[in-house]
């Protein structure tokens, strides 16, 4: 690993791997687009990994990913805004479970203990 000479880095001295790095993307209409995280503190970061098999062990096998060195990768997100790097992050939630639409149409269709008594005084009304 080598030290990264102060300039553009937003954080001199920052040790990264040598050689490309493995970039989660998602494929869009006009190529691939770099995928964007948030930081445990809600700031947006750019992810990359030192080897596929740990982006697959991190975001999973159908995740699709570009090679990148760390400062073209740095050089596509700064325009975003975007000025932190994460290598390597060990920590990831797991994708939510989608809502099966059934469950969530009877939920609204189904009458509260409210509803229930509304209606009662409507009809002795």
Not at 62 to 83: D, K, M
């Amino acid at each position: 690993m080598a030290d990264i000479p102060c300039g553009d880095d937003p954080e001199p001295g920052e040790r990264l791997p040598d050689g490309p790095l493995y970039v989660p993307v998602r494929p869009g209409p006009s190529g691939c687009a770099t995928r964007l995280f948030r930081t445990p503190l809600g700031d947006r970061t750019a992810v990359a990994f030192t080897s596929a098999r740990r982006l697959t062990a991190t975001l999973g096998a159908g995740q699709p990913w570009i090679r990148l060195a760390a400062p073209a990768l740095r050089a596509l997100v700064a325009p975003l805004g975007v000025t932190s790097l994460t290598v390597d992050p060990q920590l990831s939630a797991p994708a939510a479970a989608p809502v099966a639409r059934t469950a969530v149409l009877v939920r609204a269709l189904t009458p509260g203990p409210a509803d229930v008594t509304h209606r009662a005084r409507a009809h002795r009304d």
